[in-house]
């Protein structure tokens, strides 16, 4: 006999957002900031322009947005994220986070924490996703080091 599942083990704290490195750090802020509706990723995107430009802040949110749809859309459960101001980090936060840190410098890391994430099809398609998302960062060197609001 196979227990149920429980759901919330996503949102279950692990960390403190004080306490990743800060790209990590980062990456939950933007996770949250776009899972907080308009109000939130209009904020996103005016972090984005200040550090990227328009142009390209606008590729980001759409990169950024891709990305965040596949891990909705293909996810093996249901994503957990806490709410804007919250200092604790959730597991599914810290692993995106550390996903999305990876993905630019351990192609083969990324692809092993997708899979345990995502179907194994669309994995690949994040990787790519995240990998991208995370060189363009690189380029406009400040953004990890802000914090979004």
Request: charged letters at 25%; glycine letters at 8%; proline letters at 3%.
């Amino acid at each position: 006999m196979r227990p149920e599942r429980d759901l919330s083990i996503g949102g279950q704290a692990v960390n403190r957002i004080a306490y990743l490195p800060e790209t990590e750090a980062w990456w939950v802020r933007a996770l949250r900031l776009w899972c907080d509706g308009e109000d939130g990723q209009a904020a996103l995107r005016e972090q984005l322009t200040r550090h990227l430009g328009r142009d390209g802040s606008d590729m980001f949110f759409a990169r950024f947005t891709d990305l965040i749809a596949l891990m909705l859309r293909h996810g093996r459960r249901p994503m957990i994220h806490h709410h804007l101001n919250c200092e604790a980090v959730g597991a599914d936060e810290a692993v995106f986070a550390l996903f999305c840190a990876q993905a630019v410098g351990d192609r083969e890391e990324a692809m092993m924490i997708a899979c345990l994430i995502l179907r194994a099809d669309v994995a690949p398609i994040a990787v790519s996703l995240a990998q991208t998302l995370g060189l363009d960062l690189m380029r406009g060197a400040r953004v990890p080091r802000e914090k979004l609001n």
